[in-house]
Every structure is written in structure tokens, then in C-alpha cells.
């Protein structure tokens, strides 16, 4: 089984300011990786995803997030935030080779842009 | 392309009443997933399905939850009798098959009072 901590609620921030979202994970076996957002009244949409192959991955939005599995973490960074990413965002994994499979979400961390 | 269709939008009944949500997946996505997302929680997935089998259903509350998906296409998911705890949004899910990535739909707000 996998597990996902992100290990902040909320995280406010000022505009045009740089922002890490932080996002752990536990598994016994290989996965893949997800980071989703979620507006309000909305349902989730898919930032950015790790299958394989190169660590840092670019999403839409201008949102990037490095996989490094030694210390088991998938955070999500985005240089410059505006006000319209307030939102919360929702790291998930799976094991790998079922990419829609059966995912394990986190907590979720709000993020508050502030003008 | 048409995204993952949910309804209603929003639904409030009292405790020990029945209700029922829809969901409309992708034109072709064979697998379709049922989450339930608490207030401040992380969605929690509750049944998958594989065309109209039911592949996982292991935290899917079943003296009180039901989900169908008739002909492989669009599903129901059911709650008889309502508990208060059971006040969260309901997002449906599907993807082409197991290995691709889900699209959510919008979720359904159920308020049991």
C-alpha cells in the first residue's frame, strides 16, 4: 500500500512570489506520481505527472515538480505565483504501470495568494 | 471533448434518507472511479469499475453504499439510509484503461442534515 503526506495545510503567499509545495510518499514498490488542483466547486484537474524518465517534470501553468526517490518526495514549485493559483493542490501516487489506478491522495495545502 | 459529466451538482437531505448520484464518463474510457472527498480531506476512493465489472470495492461502505454501471458506460452510486458523516463531495473519475490517467468530473456536494 502507498501513503502521501504533505506536510503543510496551508501555505500563504504574496503575488509574483516563488512557492514549493511539499509532498512525501510511502511505498514498497515503484510508483508514479501526481500533483492535481482544485478550484472551488471544481473537480480536480491534473497538473503535472511523474511516470518515468526524467525527474523534473513541467505541468501546465507554469508549475514544475522534481522527483527524488532517495528522500522519497515529490514537491511541486512554481517561480512566480499569481492570485488566479489560490487554490488547493492534491499530491497522489500509484504503483506503477496503473497510472489511473487506484489513487492515494494527500491531505491537500491550500495556497493563498496575496496581492 | 466532453469531460466527466456529474448530477446533481449539489444535494441536501436529512439523515436516514436515500439519494443517488450519476455520472457520465469519457466517450470510451472503460474504467470509472467513485471518490469521496470530506471537508479538508484528500479524495478517498470508494469503488472501481472496469467496463461494468466491479474491480475493487474494499473501502466502499456496503451496508449502506451501492454503485452500478450499467453496459459499461454510465454509473450510479447510491447511499441508503444517509449518516451525517456521510456529508462530503462525491467525484466521479474514468480513465481509457487502468494504465492512463483518471479525468474527475465535478463532484456532487452531499449535505446530510
Known amino acids: 500500500a502507498q501513503s502521501v503526506t504533505q506536510l503543510d495545510s496551508q501555505v500563504p503567499v504574496f503575488e509574483e512570489a516563488p512557492v514549493e509545495l511539499r509532498c512525501n510518499y510511502s511505498s514498497s514498490v515503484s510508483v508514479y506520481l501526481f500533483w492535481y488542483v482544485q478550484y472551488p466547486n471544481q473537480g480536480l484537474q491534473l497538473l503535472l505527472k511523474?511516470?518515468?524518465?526524467?525527474?523534473l517534470v513541467k505541468g501546465i501553468n507554469g508549475f514544475e515538480a522534481e522527483f527524488n526517490k532517495s528522500q522519497t518526495s515529490f514537491h511541486l514549485r512554481k517561480p512566480s505565483v499569481h492570485i488566479s493559483d489560490t487554490a488547493e493542490y492534491f499530491c497522489a501516487v500509484t504503483r506503477s504501470g496503473v497510472a489511473g489506478n487506484m489513487l492515494t491522495f494527500g491531505g491537500g495545502t491550500r495556497l493563498m495568494v496575496k496581492p | 471533448e466532453a469531460g466527466v459529466a456529474q448530477s446533481p451538482r449539489y444535494k441536501i437531505i436529512e439523515k436516514r434518507q436515500s439519494v443517488a448520484f450519476w455520472c457520465n464518463p469519457i466517450?470510451?474510457?472503460?474504467?470509472l472511479y467513485w471518490y469521496q472527498q470530506i471537508l479538508g480531506q484528500g479524495p478517498k476512493l470508494l469503488i472501481q469499475f472496469q467496463n461494468n465489472g466491479v474491480v475493487d470495492d474494499s473501502q466502499l461502505p456496503k451496508d449502506r453504499f451501492s454503485a452500478e454501471r450499467l453496459k459499461g458506460v454510465d454509473s450510479t452510486l447510491k447511499i441508503q439510509p444517509a449518516k451525517l458523516e456521510d456529508s462530503a463531495v462525491y467525484l466521479c473519475?474514468?480513465?481509457?484503461?487502468?494504465?492512463?490517467?483518471?479525468?474527475f468530473g465535478q463532484g456532487t456536494r452531499l449535505t446530510v442534515v
Open positions: 511523474y511516470l518515468s524518465g526524467s525527474t
Open positions: 473519475a474514468s480513465s481509457l484503461d487502468v494504465q492512463t490517467e483518471a479525468f
Open positions: 466517450s470510451g474510457h472503460a474504467t
